[in-house]
């Protein structure tokens, strides 16, 4: 049976405390209620879970299942320009539009979302610094408000209502389809190079260098090393490129059958495997597959089940760049030292390029994601100790990864919300809404 949880599996949430109603195309509305009531079932939409922490929770209330909104509408080949039913899956667009060598014009590390969740949370990739944010590529969409009304919003009509839901966590209402445009590409493969460097003075030089050459850059980060090799990691930067050969669509055969021990994970292992993984030999230059490019974590089915029966956290913040270096070094020291972090850390420089929603994460500095096992108090008190760094370098931590800032942290993260507040849906709720806003629904 389907379950309805975040990718972190952190917070739980009980089964009988969440409702689950399914959305079909056209034939949805929602139950006659009184909003003002107390009692009166608060909404939220869930795409694919994909999201780690409580953003798409939404315990002792409705979520509404957008699997069924599966469909194509209309498909432009000539101007790549797509309008979906707001279920559909990135892996689905790739199988429709990489045969007529169009792209998704920005695409997180996994496929496995829906067009939904990546405008609710305006997601970002390792183009940010050439392209932006998803929300960017939204011609416009149809949004199911819970008093019945079904406005188009777009970048000149309910305009306001546009640049809310763009990074409005699900929270103005149901986005019933989208018009959007794609990326025009030579093929399928990717021309790649990978650097290995040795600190992050290292990662600053590579980045701003590949910045005006490359369309997709990031980096893996080994968060264990200190002293001279603090942030010494492996850059990855890329190009689309032709392939002479059609791309073949393939699902994922190995799978994490069932929660590892949470021994498993502990800073030997997770030593030895940055180690390893930092010293192993690199091949510079190759050309790949689009697929294991853009989401090599998508080859394992279910591989957060790694971190075991309590789930996991991450942190992704963004620190401005006039102190990323000071930020970075601070961080990834305390990260080190706390022994606690797990193999997956990656870094990317994003650019200036300004995303259209009123709350979207991202800006013009150095982004940083982190997986942390849960280990109870012990990595909440770190994750804290995190946010008091990003706060002091007026940075951010972003909402799809988060199931724990406080509500002072993002009160200053998020300055527009206040301004984004008269825009929420008064029936649409979350556990994160609620955790971050505990005075209200
Ligand atoms: C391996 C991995 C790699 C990732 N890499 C990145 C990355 O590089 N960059 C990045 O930005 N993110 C990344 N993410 C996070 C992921 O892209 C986002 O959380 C995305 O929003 C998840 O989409 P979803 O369909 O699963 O939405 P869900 O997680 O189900 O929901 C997310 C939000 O969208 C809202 N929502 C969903 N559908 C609708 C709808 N129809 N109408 C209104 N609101 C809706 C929900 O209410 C919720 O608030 C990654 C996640 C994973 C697991």
Redesign the pocket.
């Known amino acids: 049976m389907k379950q309805y949880q ?2 972190g599996r952190y917070p739980k949430i009980d089964k009988d405390k969440q409702d689950i109603y399914h959305v079909y195309p056209d034939s949805f509305s929602f139950p006659d209620t009184n909003e003002s009531a107390t009692d009166a079932p608060l909404f ?9 922490g409580d ?2 929770l939404n315990e002792d209330g409705i979520l509404l299942d ?1 699997q069924h ?1 599966d469909h194509f509408i209309e498909y432009d080949k000539e101007k790549g320009i797509l309008r979906c039913e ?2 559909v899956t990135f892996e689905n667009i790739l199988q429709l539009i990489i045969p007529h060598n169009w792209f998704l014009p920005v695409t ?3 496929k496995y ?2 067009v ?3 405008i ?2 305006d ?3 390792k183009n940010h610094h050439k392209a932006g944010t998803f929300g960017r590529y939204i011609l416009k969409f149809e949004l199911l408000r819970s008093n019945g009304d079904r406005l188009i919003c777009s970048p000149t009509e309910n305009s306001e209502l546009f640049n809310a839901t763009i990074g409005g ?2 929270l103005t ?3 019933n389809w989208v018009e959007f445009s794609l990326k025009k590409i030579p093929g399928s493969n990717i021309e790649q190079e990978t650097i290995r460097f040795n600190n992050l003075k290292e990662f600053y030089s590579l980045s701003d260098e590949s910045d005006k050459d490359w369309e997709y850059t990031v980096a893996w980060i080994d968060c264990l090393a200190t002293g001279d090799e603090l942030g010494r990691g492996l850059f990855i930067r890329g190009n689309h490129c032709e392939s002479k050969k059609k791309h073949k669509f393939k699902t994922s055969k190995l799978s994490v059958p069932f929660d590892a021990p949470g021994f498993l994970l502990n800073k030997y292992t997770v030593n030895a495997f940055n180690h390893l993984y930092f010293k192993r030999p690199i091949k510079q230059f190759s050309v790949v597959d689009f697929d294991p490019f853009f989401y090599p ?1 998508d080859s394992i089915a279910h591989w957060n089940r790694l971190y075991g029966k309590r789930g996991f956290m991450q942190y992704q913040c963004l620190i401005p760049t006039e102190h990323r270096e000071t930020a970075m070094n601070e961080m990834i020291a305390l990260i080190a030292d706390s022994g606690q972090a797990s193999f997956l850390s990656v870094l990317k420089e994003f650019g200036d390029i300004k995303s259209p929603g009123l709350l979207s994460f991202p800006r013009k500095g150095t982004t940083l994601a982190l997986d942390f096992p849960n280990r109870g108090q012990k990595t909440l008190d770190l994750l804290n100790t995190l946010d008091t760094i990003t706060l002091k370098y007026n940075g951010s931590v972003y909402p ?2 988060d199931a724990r800032m406080s509500p002072d942290a993002f009160a200053q993260y998020y300055p527009n919300w206040k301004e984004f507040e008269s825009f929420i849906d008064p029936s649409f709720s ?1 556990n994160f809404k609620r955790r971050v806003r505990p005075s209200k629904k």
């Not at 939220?44 to 780690?52: D, F, K």
Request: aromatic share 8%; hydrophobic share 40%; charged share 5%.
């Open positions: 975040s990718w939220l939409a869930y795409g694919q879970g994909r999201s780690y953003v798409c957008t909104l707001a279920g997180p590390g996994t979302v829906s939904g969740g990546a609710a949370n997601v970002h990739g966590l699900g209402g149901l986005i974590l799809a990864k979350s």
